[in-house]
C-alpha cells in the first residue's frame, strides 16, 4: 500500500498499479485512450498526462503520462493543474482535427469514450479550418462494420486483436498521419474474438452490424445482467432491448468469469430470440395423425388439454434439458417425480459428466474459473478443442503463456502494467502450454508442444504424465519413446509451475482423457502445487442438470418401449440432436401423448401434441451452473409477448391445472414467483442449497424501492404506444426479480447482478465499469460473482483411475469418426441468428492424407456419405492433423443428429463422390 | 362628509377610464377570420424538413427524443439499402397531445431536420388525432434553415458521395502509398 498526493489530497493506493488505474480507482477522472485495464499501457495517446511535483516545495513540477508512471510511495501529482488541462486539451483537440462530423449517424454516439473524453477536457469548438483526412473503408464480413474516418491512432484495436487474442488479420497499415488500421484487402475478420474491438475501440471505427441492423441508442436500451447459453463457460452478459426486440450483446464484466472480453458466438449470437421461428402461441393436435400441424390454441384450454391428458396417463417420462433453466429442469423433476426424470442427454454424455461431477466432489483438486485459467502457469489440454468448443478459455490460455514470463519481467523490477516494456523484455517467451487432442487449430501454434493423436491415445499420454509426476499413480509402460519423451517434457514443466492447470472435455466422447486429466491433476496437488482443473462441457447448463441426476435418453427411450409409461414431456430439447432418428421417431410413435416446451421450432416441436411456447433465456430468469460449478443467475430484460411464458411456470401451472379436482396443490404447484422456484430447486439436492445466494431475491429492496432496468434517460415513454393507445399503459409488474421494467426505482451502488448498464455521469461508453471497481481491474463493488456449488474435499490418497485404454489401431475397413465442434454452428441456439449463420461453414469430413489415399478420394472433392440411415452431402479436407485412422466430422446444422464418435466402414459409407469426379 | 367626496371622486375618474376606451380602437382580434402576427420564431407545431436536395434531412440520431421533457418523441433508425449509409428513421411519431412546445427537440437537432413553425392549431376531438407519424409531419421544404444538408458535411459515405468528396475533405488515403 502506498499513499499518493493528488492536488493535495492523500489516497491509498496499491503501488503495484500506474497512476492512471490509481485515479481512476478513486474516482478522479483522468482522461485516457491507449490505456486498457486488461492490456497495459503503452503512452501512445499522450491522453492521460498529469503534473507532477518533486516535493511539496515543487512549484513548477514536470508533466508525465499517468499511465505510464507507477504509484510509488509519496508521488505528488496534480490533475487539475492549468499547465496539465492545457495539455489535454490541446492533445484532444489535434485527434479532433480529422475527426468527421459523424456523431448523429454514428452507432457508437452516446456511448463512445471519445465523446466522454471530448467532454471531460473540455473541448468544445473546433478551429482548424482545415479540411479531414478520409479514408476508404472495409466489409470486415457479419459482425463488424468499419468506418475509418473516425479513427483517433489510439493502437488499441491492434492490441488487442493482435497481442491478445492472437489474431493476424487485422494490422496496421500506412505510415505518419495516414494510418490505417484493417485487413490487408476486404474480408471476414477471422479472429474468434473479433467483437471486442466494438467495445475496445475508443470512438465509432468498429461497430456491432448485427445492432446497426435494429439501432437504438444506449440511453433508450433496457438491460439486465443475463448468462450467456451457447457454451458451458456462462460468460456474463448484459443484454439490451428496446420496445419488445432484443437489441444487442454486450460484456459485462465479472473478476471470476469473463472479465472484459466475450467470444463472437456469445456476442452475436443473440438473435435466435427475435427469430421468425419463435413459438409464440400454443399449439394443441387433439387428434392422433401426427403428419396433421396443431392447432393454435388459447392458454386456458391448452392447459385444460394438456391436464386431462397428463390425469389419464399411465405414467409420465419427463426429459429434460442442458439448455434449460436449473428451475425449469427441477420444475419438471417435480412435475413427474425424480423417478421418471430423465436428462435428455445421451448416455455416453451422462456418463462423461457423471464422471466428471464424481472427479470435482471426491477428488481434491479444484475446478478452475477463467480467471484462475488466465493465472495459470502452465498447462496442460487432454483432448478439448479449445477455440470451437469453448472459445473464451482459449483467449484465457492466450493471457495464461504469459504468466511463467513474467517472472523474468518482475525480476527486471519492469510492472507488469508496462506493456512495450513487459514485451521487450519477453520477446517470443511463451510459458508452457501443452495440447493434445485430434483437430488442429491456430491456438496450436502457441503451444509448446502439439500432439495429435485419437482420444484413447491423448488419454495415454496424460496417464504416461501423471505416472512420471507421481511415483505412485497408474502409469504405462507400454509406450513409444516420442510419446514417453514429450510426456517427460510435459511432467517436467507441469512440476515446474506454480500454479498449473490441466484441462479435459466431454467434446471427444472419451471417458479416458477426463480420467487422465483427474490422474495428472491429483498427482501434481500431491506435489504442493496449486493445481486447477477445468473440464468443457457440452451445453450451458450441462453441470446443473448433472447435479439434479437423472437417467439419460435412452432410459426414456426404454420406459416408453417397455409401457412403463405412455405420455412424454420435452423440456426445451429437439431429441433429434442428441439420438439417431429412427429411434427417437419410434420414441414418439409409442407415446400416446407428446408434450414439448421450447421456445423455437424444431423437429421435435413437429412432432408434439401439445406445444408451449417458452421464453427464451433473455425472457426468464433462471440459474445456469457453468463447467467450474458455479451457479449465476440470468435475469429476465423484458416482459414476454403473449403467450410465452417461462417454463417453470408452464410447469407450474400445468401442475395446477392437473389437481384442480379436489386436492390442494403440492409441490411445483405451488410456485407462484421465481423465489418459489429457487427455494424448491435449493432442495433437490444438498450441493444446490446455495443457489439462493446466487444473487438478491425478488424481495430485496434499497430504501424500500426496486431497481430500474431503464435508465434515466430512456426516451419516448409517452409516444412509444401512443399509436395503439392514448391510455399509456402502466408498465409490466416484475415479480420475479428485484428490478422493474421501467426506468423508476433506486439510483446507487447497488449488488453487481442488478446493475442494468455500466454507466456513470461524465462515463457513457462500457469503460464506465471502471467506475464500478474499487481497484480498477478487479472485482466490482457489492459483486455476487456466482456461486461454486461444488468444492474439493481435503484427502491425501487420491483414488486413482487405474484403466489404462489400449493404444488406438486403425482398422481396415473402419475408421474411428470423432467430431469437430465448430464455434459457429454446433450451438443449438446461436446458429439461429442470421449472423452466425453467415459464418456456418460447410459441413466437411477430416482425413489424414494416407486415409484419403486409401480411400481414392481428391481432397476438397465432395462426397455422400452414409451414416446412421441419412446421407449427407460432405466437402473432403485433408489434414495432417488427423490421426490416422480416425476421421473428424465437423458439426454444423447440417449433420447435427449424427451420433459421434463411431466406427464407420468409410468404403461402404461414401457413395458417389467417385461418380462426381467422374462427371 | 371627506369619504363622500373620495367616492364621488373615484367614481368619476373610474367612469372616465371607461369612457375614454370608446374612441380607442379594439385590442380584440376577430380569429379565425383575422389572424395575429406570429414572428418565425414562434414555437408551435413540428414538422421534419427536407435538405435541399429534397431528401429527408432526419437521420434517425434520436437526440430529439433523448431531449424532450415529456418523452412524447418516439422513433426507430433504419438503413436504407439502395441509399448507402443513410440512415433515416423507421417510423417518426410526436404525441402533441403530451408536447409542451418547448422547442428542445428543435434545439438538439444536429442535422436542422425537427423544426417549430408558428402554427399553433392543433384541436381535436379525438387524442388519437394528435398522434403525427412521419408522414404527417414531413414537409417538402427546408424550413427555416435554407442551406445545411448534413450528408455534406458528414465523413460516411452515401449513394451520392464517396469518400472525399464531402465539404473540406481530403480525398481518400492510399494506405500503399509511402509518399510523405
Known sequence: ?919 | MMSIWIYARNLVVGLWVVFKRTFTKPVTVQYPEERPYLPPRWRGRIVLTRDPDGEERCVACYLCSAACPVDCIALQAADNPEAHERRYPEFFRINFSRCIYCGMCEEACPTNAIQLIPDFEQSEYARRNLVYEKEDLLISGTGKYHDYNFYRVAGVRTCDKDKGQGANEFPPVDVRSLMP
Open chain 1, 1 to 919: 500500500m502506498a499513499i499518493i498526493i493528488v492536488d493535495n489530497q492523500s489516497y491509498p493506493v496499491d503501488e503495484k498499479q500506474n497512476l492512471l488505474a490509481a485515479c481512476l480507482g478513486h474516482g478522479l477522472n483522468v482522461p485516457y485512450f491507449c490505456w486498457h485495464p486488461a492490456m497495459g499501457s503503452v503512452g501512445a495517446c499522450r491522453q492521460c498526462a498529469v503534473k507532477q511535483f518533486k516535493d511539496d516545495k515543487d512549484q513548477s513540477g514536470r508533466l508525465v503520462m499517468s499511465c505510464m508512471t507507477p504509484a510509488t510511495n509519496g508521488t505528488r501529482i496534480s490533475i487539475d493543474d492549468p499547465e496539465a488541462k492545457a495539455f489535454r486539451a490541446s492533445v484532444i483537440e489535434w485527434l479532433m482535427v480529422n475527426h468527421p462530423h459523424d456523431c448523429p449517424v454514428c452507432d457508437e454516439g452516446g456511448e463512445c469514450h471519445l465523446q466522454d473524453m471530448t467532454v471531460m477536457t473540455g473541448h468544445v469548438y473546433r478551429r482548424s479550418r482545415f479540411p479531414k483526412r478520409t479514408h476508404r473503408n472495409q466489409a470486415l464480413g457479419p459482425f463488424i462494420r468499419h468506418e475509418m474516418n473516425r479513427c483517433i491512432q489510439c493502437y488499441r484495436c491492434v492490441r488487442f486483436y493482435r497481442d491478445y487474442a492472437g489474431g493476424r488479420d487485422l494490422n496496421v497499415f500506412g505510415a505518419h498521419d495516414a494510418l490505417y488500421f484493417g485487413r490487408e484487402q476486404d474480408g471476414t475478420l477471422e479472429n474468434e474474438f473479433s467483437g471486442n474491438l466494438v467495445e475496445v475501440c475508443p470512438t465509432g471505427v468498429f461497430t456491432d452490424k448485427t445492432f446497426f441492423k435494429h439501432y437504438t441508442r444506449k440511453w433508450d436500451l433496457q438491460s439486465a445482467q443475463s448468462i450467456c447459453p451457447h457454451c458451458s463457460l456462462g460468460c456474463n452478459t448484459t443484454v439490451s432491448e428496446r420496445s419488445g426486440t432484443l437489441r444487442r450483446i454486450t460484456n459485462r464484466f465479472n473478476s471470476q468469469v469473463n472479465g472484459y472480453f466475450l467470444c463472437d458466438r456469445g456476442r452475436f449470437g443473440y438473435e435466435y430470440v427475435t427469430s421468425d421461428h419463435r413459438i409464440k402461441r400454443p399449439r394443441v393436435r387433439s387428434g392422433s395423425d401426427r403428419t396433421k400441424p396443431g392447432t393454435p390454441e388459447g392458454v386456458p384450454k391448452t392447459l385444460e388439454f394438456a391436464a386431462d391428458r397428463l390425469r389419464q396417463a399411465r405414467g409420465i417420462v419427463g426429459i429434460g434439458s442442458p439448455r434449460a433453466s436449473l428451475e425449469a429442469n427441477a420444475a419438471l423433476q417435480a412435475l413427474v417425480g425424480p423417478q421418471q426424470f430423465y436428462q435428455g442427454i445421451d448416455e455416453s454424455e451422462r456418463r462423461l459428466l457423471s464422471t466428471i461431477l464424481n472427479v470435482l466432489r471426491t477428488g481434491s483438486v479444484p475446478s478452475a474459473s477463467l480467471h484462475d485459467a488466465e493465472q495459470a502457469d502452465a498447462v496442460l489440454v487432454l483432448g478439448p478443442d479449445l477455440l470451437n468448443e469453448a472459445p473464451r478459455l482459449a483467449l484465457a490460455l492466450l493471457q495464461s503463456i504469459r504468466q511463467q514470463p513474467m517472472e523474468r519481467v518482475d525480476e527486471l523490477k519492469i510492472p507488469q502494467w508496462d506493456e512495450a516494456a513487459v514485451r521487450n523484455a519477453v520477446q517470443n517467451r511463451r510459458g508452457p502450454l501443452f495440447m493434445a487432442g485430434h483437430r488442429q487449430t491456430w491456438l496450436h501454434e502457441y503451444a509448446t508442444d502439439r500432439y495429435f493423436a485419437a482420444p484413447d491415445d491423448v488419454a495415454r499420454l496424460g496417464l504416461a504424465v501423471a505416472g512420471i509426476i507421481g511415483p505412485d499413480a497408474p502409469t504405462i509402460s507400454d509406450i513409444g519413446s516420442d510419446v514417453r519423451d514429450l510426456a517427460q517434457r510435459i511432467a517436467e514443466a507441469l512440476t515446474h509451475a506454480q500454479r498449473p492447470l490441466i484441462i479435459a472435455g466431454t467434446g471427444s466422447g472419451s471417458q479416458a482423457t477426463i480420467e487422465a486429466a483427474a490422474n495428472v491433476a491429483w498427482a501434481l496437488h500431491r506435489q504442493g502445487k496449486q493445481t486447477r482443473l477445468s473440464f468443457v462441457l457440452p451445453e450451458a447448463n450441462s453441470a446443473g442438470l448433472a447435479l439434479l441426476g437423472g437417467g439419460s435418453l435412452n432410459d426414456a427411450f426404454d420406459a416408453i418401449s417397455e409401457k412403463k409409461a405412455d405420455t412424454v414431456i420435452v423440456l426445451e430439447n429437439d431429441l433429434y440432436r442428441r439420438a439417431d432418428r429412427a429411434k427417437v421417431d419410434a420414441f414418439f410413435d409409442k407415446a400416446h401423448t407428446v408434450m414439448v416446451l421450447d421456445s423455437l421450432e424444431h423437429r421435435t416441436t413437429a412432432y408434439a401434441d401439445v406445444l408451449f411456447p417458452a421464453a427464451t433465456g433473455p425472457e426468464s430468469n433462471g440459474t445456469f451452473v457453468n463447467q467450474e460449478g458455479r451457479a449465476q443467475r440470468f435475469y429476465q430484460v423484458f416482459a414476454q409477448s403473449g403467450d410465452i411464458k417461462e417454463s417453470w411456470r408452464w410447469l407450474s401451472d400445468l401442475a395446477r391445472a392437473i389437481s384442480q379436482d379436489g386436492e390442494s396443490g403440492s409441490g411445483v404447484a405451488t410456485w407462484r414467483n421465481f423465489d418459489d422456484a429457487v427455494s424448491a430447486t435449493a432442495m433437490v439436492a444438498p450441493e444446490l442449497a446455495r443457489i439462493r445466494e446466487v444473487a438478491p431475491s425478488a424481495s430485496f429492496r434499497l430504501v424500500g424501492q426496486k431497481f430500474p432496468r431503464q435508465s434515466e434517460r430512456c426516451s419516448g415513454r409517452t409516444s412509444l404506444l401512443s399509436h395503439l393507445t392514448m391510455h399509456e399503459p402502466p408498465p409490466p409488474v416484475d415479480q420475479d426479480s428485484p428490478m422493474g421494467f421501467t426506468m423508476e426505482g433506486y439510483r446507487g451502488p447497488v449488488p453487481a447482478p442488478l446493475i442494468p448498464q455500466f454507466w456513470a455521469p461524465g462515463w457513457n461508453s462500457i469503460q464506465a465499469v471502471n467506475t464500478y471497481q474499487d481497484e480498477v481491474g478487479g472485482p466490482l463493488r457489492d459483486e455476487m460473482p456466482g456461486v461454486r456449488l461444488i468444492e474439493p474435499v481435503a484427502t491425501n490418497a487420491p483414488a486413482w483411475f487405474t484403466s489404462i485404454p489400449r493404444v488406438f489401431q486403425p482398422a481396415s475397413r473402419q475408421w474411428l469418426l470423432l467430431p469437430l465442434s465448430a464455434v459457429f454452428g454446433s450451438d443449438e441456439l446461436s446458429n439461429r441468428s442470421p449472423a452466425i449463420a453467415e459464418r456456418i461453414a460447410k459441413p466437411f469430413l477430416s482425413l489424414h492424407p494416407s486415409d484419403g489415399a486409401r480411400l481414392n478420394l481428391e481432397n476438397h472433392s465432395t462426397i455422400d456419405l452414409v451414416l446412421q440411415g441419412t446421407t449427407y452431402s460432405l466437402a473432403v479436407h485433408f489434414e495432417p492433423s488427423t490421426p490416422v485412422g480416425t476421421g473428424g466430422l465437423s458439426l454444423v446444422p447440417e449433420v447435427s443428429g449424427v451420433r459421434v464418435p463411431a466406427w464407420i466402414d468409410l468404403f461402404e459409407a461414401i457413395k458417389t463422390e467417385r461418380k462426381r469426379r467422374a462427371a
